[in-house]
T-cell receptor
Framework: QKEVEQNSGPLSVPEGAIASLNCTYS??????FFWYRQYSGKSPELIMF????GDKEDGRFTAQLNKASQYVSLLIRDSQPSDSATYLC?????????????????FGQGTILTVHP | DGGITQSPKYLFRKEGQNVTLSCEQN?????MYWYRQDPGQGLRLIYY???????QKGDIAEGYSVSREKKESFPLTVTSAQKNPTAFYLC?????????????FGPGTRLTVL
């Protein structure tokens, strides 16, 4: 069973702080990694993806990937109350035996983030 | 506007009834997916399709059926064999030709069994 694990939280941070969300995965061959934000009662929204070791920054968001440790994280700088949501980590195993890239994802259970004023 | 639409937004089912959830996309994506989400849980894959007239079972396909007669449409039927169907159902789509093929989601259908 290929697994993606997240701390379910809730993670509570004060407004303006850095929120750090973590995810580990079991399939060593995983190729690409996604972070989705899901507000209560709404569908997931893609906010970041990363495929190379290291950091990828987009505005206040930074995704970090360490394939050797099978670990991916999301940092949210200057956290705002509007960032309060569930953050889902998803992993794509990559190309199949025929070399076709496909989009099938395995999701973690999500981390609830609360940013308080 | 390109996107994914799901209907209805809310659906109520009586015991023993089959119901069909609609999913349509105009993103020209080849692949489409159905997920189920229970309260406090992540997404679990029900069925997926990478091409018209072909689909594969996901992790929790029992009690569900799908069809893929058109590229744009991937309806999900929740049959009476699904014993606990109350959940939030999400449809997604993605390309299959790129390197990363991120999935984009529709707004979801919330199904409740009465």
């Amino acid at each position: 069973q290929k697994e993606v694990e997240q701390n379910s939280g809730p993670l509570s941070v004060p407004e303006g702080a850095i929120a750090s969300l973590n995810c580990t995965y079991s399939d060593q061959g995983s190729q690409s990694f996604f972070w989705y934000r899901q507000y209560s009662g709404k569908s997931p929204e893609l906010i970041m993806f990363i495929y190379s070791n290291g950091d990828k920054e987009d505005g206040r968001f930074t995704a970090q990937l360490n394939k050797a440790s099978q670990y991916v994280s999301l940092l949210i700088r200057d956290s705002q109350p509007s960032d309060s949501a569930t953050y889902l980590c998803a992993v794509n195993p990559g190309r199949d035996a025929g070399g076709t890239s496909y989009g099938k994802l395995t999701f973690g259970q999500g981390t609830i983030l609360t940013v308080h004023p | 506007d390109g996107g994914i639409t799901q209907s209805p937004k809310y659906l109520f089912r009586k015991e023993g009834q089959n119901v069909t959830l609609s999913c349509e996309q105009n993103l020209n994506h080849d692949a489409m997916y159905w997920y189920r989400q229970d309260p406090g849980q992540g997404l679990r894959l029900i069925y997926y399709s990478q091409i018209v007239n072909d689909f594969q079972k996901g992790d929790i396909a029992e009690g569900y059926s799908v069809s893929r007669e058109k590229k744009e449409s991937f309806p999900l039927t929740v049959t009476s064999a699904q014993k606990n169907p109350t959940a939030f159902y999400l449809c997604a789509s993605s390309r299959t030709s790129g390197s990363y093929n991120e999935q984009f989601f529709g707004p979801g259908t919330r199904l409740t069994v009465l």
